[in-house]
C-alpha cells in the first residue's frame, strides 16, 4: 500500500505535497519522493528513507517555486526500497511523470514490449512501465494517451500524472485503488486518501474505478475510459485527521483486524493461480526444496506462534520435519543442524535483532535461509537466500494482527506448495486444501460481522485478574497467540497452555476469579477440549469457549461462547485468532489501556 498526493493552485505546491505526505505515511514508508512543474519542465527529489529524510533533502536542496506537483510514500511491492525506485517515475523524454498506488501484474510483459520499442528503464518498479506507456501512446493529446495506456494495464492502480505536454493540470485515475479529489478555492487536490487534504479541503470526490480525472486549478473533469463526460457528486467529510488516517476506526489496531479478509483476498489472489501455488520473489530453486529433509523455524513473538502453527502444517502436509525455535534461544543454542536443512525465519519488520542474528548464524553454517516478511528490502530480507513476502501492507498497531494472520496464510501455502513438490500429498487433496483455503476471507469477515456480541464477552470479563488460554494441536498455537495479544494490550497477566497439560500444573490455577478460554472448534481432539472445559467448570473457572457454528453441545457446558464459521481444522487458527484479537481489543478499550502504543513495547525490537 503507498501513499500518492497532488496539488494544483495558487500557492507553491512542495510544503502542501510534503505535509499530505505525512498524513499518509501509514500506508508506507520505505521511500519517498516529489515532482513538480517548473517553467514547463518536470523538477523530482526523492529518496529511500521516510518522509522527514525526503523534507530534509528538500532544505538542502529545495525545488523551484511550482503551483503543480504530485508526491509518493512507498511501500514497496516491486524492486527494494532504494532511490531508483521511489516514485515518482519518469517516461525516456523526462516529460510525462506518474506516482502509483497498486501493484500492475503484467508489468514484465509490457516492459519487455516497450524495451524493443527502444524505451530505456531506471528502476525495477512495476510502475514505471505506465509512464513508459503514456509515452508511446501520446500523440498530440495527454488524456487520449493515458486512456490507452490505461486499457493495457492488468492489477490495480491509482495514478497521478503529471506532463510538460500540458503544464496546468494533473490527471487522476484509479482502478482497485483507492483515489480521491479535494476541491478548493483556485487549488485542486489529488490523494489516496483524506487525511492528505483534510487540512485543506472538506469537499471530496471519490474517483470511482476506471475513471479518468483532469484536475486543474479551478476545474475537474471526470470521464470513463470510454472518454465519455461523467458527473461526480462532491461529499461534505467532517470528521477530523486523526480519525481519518485510521480511516474511521478508534485506532490502528481495530483497522488492521478489519483488514485481515482484504489481507488474505490478496494473498489467494496473488499466490493461487488456478491450482498452482506461485512465491514469484522465491529465488530458491526447486530442486532445493524439494530435497529438504529439515525445516527449523525462527522467529519472536507473534511470528514464533505463526512458525509453531507453521510446523503442524508443514508436517502435516509434506512429512518434513520441522522444529520451531525462539530466535532468542537460537542464536546461544549449542545447534545441531542436520544436513538438508532449511532455516524460515518469520518477521514482520525484518529488522529483529534476535531473528537477524540467529538467521547470521545459520548463513555462517552454511544453511540456506528462506524469510517469510512482510517488508520489502527490509535487513532480514537482503540476508536471506529466498523471500516470500505477506504482502499485509504497513501494520502501525504494536500488537500484530494482520501480520500474523497473513504469515499464517503464506505458511499455509507453503505447506501446500511443498507438499505439491514432494508429492508427498495427493493432488486431489491438495484441490480439497486449495477450496477450503480460498474460503478463508469470507469467513474472516462473518467473524468481524460478529464484533458485538465478542464486544460483549469483552464487557462482562475485562475486570479479570488473570486469564488461561487452552488450546491443542494446531489451536496450542492460537491459544498462545490470544494470551500474548491480551497481556501486551490490557496489562492483564495471560497464559497460553496446551489443554492436554492441565493436570500437569495449569488446574492448579482454576477457581472462579480465573478467566478461561477455551477453543474448542471442531477438530480430531473436540472431545478431549470438552473433557478440559468440565474439570474447570468442576472447579468454578469462568470459561469462554470458541466454538464452530452449529455446535450445540457446547452450549449446554459453556455459558460464554463465541461462534466461528466451520473450516477445515489445519485452516482454523487463521479464523480463530480473528475472534481472540478482537476479544483482547475490547478487553483493553473497556481498560483504558493505549491500544495502538501498549507501555514498554515498540513495534519492531531492533535490539536485544
Ligand atoms: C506481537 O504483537 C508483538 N508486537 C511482538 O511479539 C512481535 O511479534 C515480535 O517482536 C516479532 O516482531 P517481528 O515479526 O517484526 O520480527
Same mark, same amino acid.
Given at each position: 500500500?503507498?501513499?500518492?498526493?497532488?496539488?494544483?493552485?495558487?500557492?507553491?505546491?512542495?510544503?502542501?505535497?510534503?505535509?499530505?505526505?505525512?498524513?499518509?505515511?501509514?500506508?508506507?514508508?520505505?521511500?519517498?519522493?516529489?515532482?513538480?512543474?517548473?517553467?514547463?519542465?518536470?523538477?523530482?527529489?526523492?529518496?529511500?528513507?521516510?518522509?522527514?529524510?525526503?523534507?530534509?533533502?528538500?532544505?538542502?536542496?529545495?525545488?523551484?517555486?511550482?503551483?503543480?506537483?504530485?508526491?509518493?510514500?512507498?511501500?514497496?511491492?516491486?524492486?527494494?526500497?532504494?532511490?531508483?525506485?521511489?516514485?515518482?517515475?519518469?517516461?525516456?523524454?523526462?516529460?510525462?511523470?506518474?506516482?502509483?498506488?497498486?501493484?500492475?501484474?503484467?508489468?514484465?510483459?509490457?516492459?519487455?514490449?516497450?524495451?524493443?520499442?527502444?524505451?530505456?528503464?531506471?528502476?525495477?518498479?512495476?510502475?514505471?512501465?505506465?509512464?513508459?506507456?503514456?509515452?508511446?501512446?501520446?500523440?498530440?493529446?495527454?488524456?487520449?494517451?493515458?486512456?490507452?495506456?490505461?486499457?493495457?494495464?492488468?492489477?490495480?492502480?491509482?495514478?497521478?500524472?503529471?506532463?510538460?505536454?500540458?503544464?496546468?493540470?494533473?490527471?487522476?485515475?484509479?482502478?482497485?485503488?483507492?483515489?480521491?479529489?479535494?476541491?478548493?478555492?483556485?487549488?485542486?487536490?489529488?490523494?489516496? /486518501?483524506?487525511?492528505?487534504?483534510?487540512? #485543506?479541503? *472538506?469537499? %471530496? $470526490?471519490?474517483? =470511482?474505478?476506471?475513471?479518468? +480525472?483532469?484536475?486543474?486549478?479551478?476545474?475537474?473533469?471526470?470521464?470513463?475510459?470510454?472518454?465519455?463526460?461523467?458527473?461526480?457528486?462532491?461529499?461534505?467529510?467532517?470528521?477530523?485527521?486523526?480519525?481519518?488516517?485510521?480511516?474511521?476506526?478508534?485506532?490502528?489496531?481495530?483497522?488492521?483486524?478489519?483488514?485481515?479478509?482484504?489481507?488474505?483476498?490478496?494473498?489467494?489472489?496473488?499466490?493461487?493461480?488456478?491450482?498452482?501455488?506461485?512465491?514469484?520473489?522465491?529465488?530458491?530453486?526447486?530442486?532445493?526444496?524439494?530435497?529438504?529433509?529439515?525445516?527449523?523455524?525462527?522467529?519472536?513473538?507473534?511470528?514464533?506462534?505463526?512458525?509453531?502453527?507453521?510446523?503442524?502444517?508443514?508436517?502435516?502436509?509434506?512429512?518434513?520435519?520441522?522444529?520451531? /525455535?525462539?530466535?532468542?534461544?537460537?542464536? #546461544?543454542? *549449542?545447534? %545441531? $543442524?542436520?544436513? =538438508?536443512?532449511?532455516?524460515? +525465519?518469520?518477521?514482520?519488520?525484518?529488522?529483529?535483532?534476535?531473528?537477524?542474528?540467529?538467521?547470521?548464524?545459520?548463513?555462517?553454517?552454511?544453511?540456506?535461509?528462506?524469510?517469510?516478511?512482510?517488508?520489502?528490502?527490509?535487513?532480514?530480507?537482503?540476508?536471506?537466500?529466498?523471500?516470500?513476502?505477506?504482502?499485509?501492507?504497513?501494520?502501525?498497531?504494536?500488537?500484530?494482527?494482520?501480520?500474523?494472520?497473513?504469515?499464517?496464510?503464506?505458511?499455509?501455502?507453503?505447506?501446500?506448495?511443498?507438499?505439491?513438490?514432494?508429492?508427498?500429498?495427493?493432488?486431489?487433496?491438495?484441490?480439497?486444501?486449495?477450496?477450503?483455503?480460498?474460503?478463508?476471507?469470507?469467513?474472516?469477515?462473518?467473524?468481524?460481522?460478529?464484533?458485538?456480541?465478542?464486544?460483549?464477552?469483552?464487557?462482562?470479563?475485562?475486570?479479570?485478574?488473570?486469564?488461561?488460554?487452552?488450546?491443542?494441536?494446531?489451536?496450542?498455537?492460537?491459544?498462545?497467540?490470544?494470551?500474548?495479544?491480551?497481556?501486551?494490550?490490557?496489562?492483564?497477566?495471560?497464559?497460553?497452555?496446551?489443554?492436554?497439560?492441565?493436570?500437569?500444573?495449569?488446574?492448579?490455577?482454576?477457581?472462579?476469579?480465573?478467566?478461561?478460554?477455551?477453543?474448542?472448534?471442531?477438530?480430531?481432539?473436540?472431545?478431549?477440549?470438552?473433557?478440559?472445559?468440565?474439570?474447570?467448570?468442576?472447579?468454578?473457572?469462568?470459561?469462554?469457549?470458541?466454538?464452530?457454528?452449529?455446535?450445540?453441545?457446547?452450549?449446554?457446558?459453556?455459558?460464554?461462547?463465541?461462534?466461528?464459521?466451520?473450516?477445515?481444522?489445519?485452516?482454523?487458527?487463521?479464523?480463530?485468532?480473528?475472534?481472540?484479537?478482537?476479544?483482547?481489543?475490547?478487553?483493553?478499550?473497556?481498560?483504558?489501556?493505549?491500544?495502538?502504543?501498549?507501555?514498554?513495547?515498540?513495534?519492531?525490537?531492533?535490539?536485544?
Amino acid at each position: 500500500m503507498c501513499g500518492i498526493v497532488g496539488y494544483i493552485g495558487e500557492k507553491n505546491a512542495q510544503s502542501i505535497l510534503i505535509e499530505g505526505l505525512k498524513r499518509l505515511e501509514y500506508r508506507g514508508y520505505d521511500s519517498a519522493g516529489i515532482g513538480i512543474m517548473h517553467d514547463s519542465k518536470i523538477n523530482i527529489r526523492k529518496r529511500q528513507g521516510k518522509i522527514k529524510d525526503l523534507a530534509h533533502l528538500l532544505e538542502r536542496s529545495p525545488l523551484a517555486h511550482s503551483h503543480v506537483g504530485i508526491a509518493h510514500t512507498r511501500w514497496a511491492t516491486h524492486g527494494s526500497p532504494n532511490q531508483a525506485n521511489a516514485h515518482p517515475h519518469l517516461d525516456c523524454t523526462g516529460k510525462i511523470s506518474i506516482v502509483h498506488n497498486g501493484i500492475i501484474e503484467n508489468y514484465q510483459q509490457l516492459k519487455a514490449e516497450l524495451q524493443k520499442h527502444g524505451h530505456r528503464f531506471r528502476s525495477q518498479t512495476d510502475t514505471e512501465v505506465v509512464a513508459h506507456l503514456i509515452e508511446h501512446y501520446y500523440r498530440r493529446d495527454l488524456l487520449s494517451a493515458v486512456r490507452l495506456a490505461l486499457k493495457r494495464l492488468k492489477g490495480s492502480f491509482a495514478l497521478g500524472i503529471i506532463s510538460s505536454h500540458s503544464p496546468d493540470r494533473i490527471i487522476a485515475c484509479r482502478k482497485d485503488s483507492p483515489l480521491i479529489i479535494g476541491k478548493g478555492k483556485n487549488e485542486n487536490f489529488i490523494a489516496s /486518501d483524506v487525511p492528505a487534504i483534510l487540512e #485543506y479541503s *472538506k469537499e %471530496i $470526490i471519490y474517483l =470511482d474505478d476506471n475513471e479518468i +480525472a483532469v484536475v486543474t486549478r479551478d476545474n475537474i473533469s471526470v470521464f470513463n475510459l470510454g472518454g465519455k463526460r461523467v458527473v461526480k457528486p462532491v461529499h461534505r467529510v467532517e470528521y477530523d485527521l486523526d480519525a481519518a488516517q485510521k480511516e474511521g476506526y478508534p485506532h490502528f489496531m481495530l483497522k488492521e483486524i478489519f483488514e485481515q479478509p482484504k489481507v488474505s483476498s490478496k494473498i489467494i489472489s496473488s499466490r493461487i493461480k488456478g491450482s498452482g501455488i506461485h512465491f514469484e520473489e522465491l529465488k530458491i530453486k526447486e530442486n532445493s526444496l524439494k530435497n529438504i529433509k529439515n525445516i527449523i523455524i525462527i522467529a519472536c513473538g507473534t511470528a514464533y506462534h505463526a512458525g509453531l502453527a507453521g510446523k503442524y502444517l508443514i508436517e502435516y502436509l509434506t512429512g518434513i520435519s520441522v522444529t520451531v /525455535d525462539l530466535s532468542s534461544e537460537f542464536r #546461544y543454542r *549449542k545447534l %545441531i $543442524i542436520p544436513k =538438508d536443512t532449511v532455516v524460515v +525465519a518469520i518477521s514482520q519488520s525484518g529488522e529483529t535483532a534476535d531473528t537477524l542474528a540467529a538467521v547470521r548464524i545459520a548463513r555462517q553454517r552454511g544453511i540456506k535461509i528462506l524469510s517469510i516478511c512482510n517488508v520489502v528490502g527490509s535487513s532480514l530480507v537482503r540476508e536471506s537466500d529466498g523471500v516470500i513476502y505477506t504482502y499485509a501492507g504497513p501494520e502501525i498497531g504494536v500488537a500484530s494482527t494482520k501480520a500474523y494472520t497473513a504469515q499464517l496464510s503464506i505458511l499455509c501455502l507453503l505447506g501446500l506448495y511443498l507438499a505439491n513438490l514432494t508429492k508427498s500429498t495427493p493432488r486431489k487433496e491438495i484441490d480439497k486444501y486449495l477450496a477450503q483455503f480460498r474460503k478463508v476471507p469470507v469467513l474472516q469477515q462473518k467473524i468481524l460481522n460478529n464484533e458485538k456480541s465478542i464486544m460483549q464477552v469483552a464487557g462482562r470479563h475485562h475486570h479479570f485478574g488473570s486469564f488461561l488460554y487452552l488450546g491443542r494441536n494446531i489451536n496450542f498455537p492460537t491459544a498462545l497467540e490470544g494470551a500474548l495479544k491480551l497481556k501486551e494490550i490490557s496489562y492483564i497477566p495471560a497464559e497460553g497452555y496446551a489443554a492436554g497439560e492441565m493436570k500437569h500444573g495449569p488446574i492448579a490455577l482454576i477457581d472462579e476469579y480465573r478467566a478461561v478460554v477455551c477453543i474448542a472448534t471442531a477438530s480430531k481432539i473436540y472431545d478431549k477440549m470438552v473433557s478440559n472445559i468440565h474439570e474447570i467448570r468442576a472447579r468454578a473457572g469462568k470459561i469462554i469457549a470458541i466454538a464452530s457454528q452449529g455446535d450445540k453441545e457446547i452450549k449446554h457446558y459453556v455459558k460464554e461462547v463465541i461462534s466461528v464459521p466451520l473450516i477445515e481444522d489445519l485452516f482454523s487458527p487463521l479464523l480463530n485468532v480473528v475472534a481472540l484479537q478482537l476479544l483482547a481489543y475490547y478487553i483493553a478499550v473497556r481498560r483504558g489501556c493505549n491500544v495502538d502504543q501498549p507501555r514498554n513495547l515498540a513495534k519492531s525490537v531492533t535490539v536485544e
